[in-house]
């Protein structure tokens, strides 16, 4: 079930192989079973002692931060969108958060919702954000400007750029 789970496949893609190979293989409900009962735990808790480390690394340095958003599918019918803030200098990964589409009743806010998860999940740990830097999402930059005035914030380079090259083209 761990191995299955670490290697990114899914339970029906390991018993399909098993049958193949006609080595006997856990059913499906006891597959899941071992996964919520010892594997996410077991994860849950190294993941929250790693980002404690981080965060007591980084506690008094003023950060420089990059953020960005990725979803499940492109265009407006995304699911799931995990958001990422990652320490420009270090290039630790320093927080993320996942947001189902039916938390922000469409797939537009959820980028706007995992900065905002992220960020005062960041702030919340007494850890000074300096900058931040992200894509031209309007609405990441309103919510920038509105609920966290102190935080100075940037475009990315190759966003900006995109951007104008878009404009001058047209």
């Known amino acids: 079930s761990a191995a299955t789970l670490f290697c990114g496949l899914t339970y029906t893609r390991m018993a399909n192989m ?6 006997p293989f856990l059913c499906e409900r006891y597959f899941y079973t071992l996964q919520n009962e010892y594997i996410f735990p077991v994860i849950r808790t ?3 002692k790693h980002q404690e480390a981080i965060f007591a690394f980084l506690k008094g340095t003023p950060l420089q931060l990059s953020g960005d958003g990725r979803c499940d599918s492109p265009g407006y019918s995304a699911k799931y969108c ?12 320093i927080d993320y958060s996942l947001v189902q589409m039916t938390e922000t009743g469409s797939s537009v806010a959820m980028e706007k919702e995992g900065l905002d998860r992220c960020l005062s999940n960041v702030l ?7 900058s931040i830097t992200t894509d031209r999402h309007t ?10 005035p102190d935080v100075v914030h940037y475009y990315d380079v190759w ?12």
Do not use: G
């Open 46 to 48: 190294e993941y929250v």
């Open 159 to 170: 966003h900006l750029a995109k951007s104008i090259t878009k404009k001058a083209n047209q």
């Open 139 to 148: 609405s990441a930059t309103a919510l920038l400007k509105k609920k966290y």
């Open 82 to 93: 995990t958001y990422s803030l990652i320490d420009n200098a270090t290039n630790l990964i």
């Open 124 to 130: 919340a740990n007494d850890i000074q954000v300096q």
């Open 18 to 23: 098993a049958k193949v190979l006609n080595v």
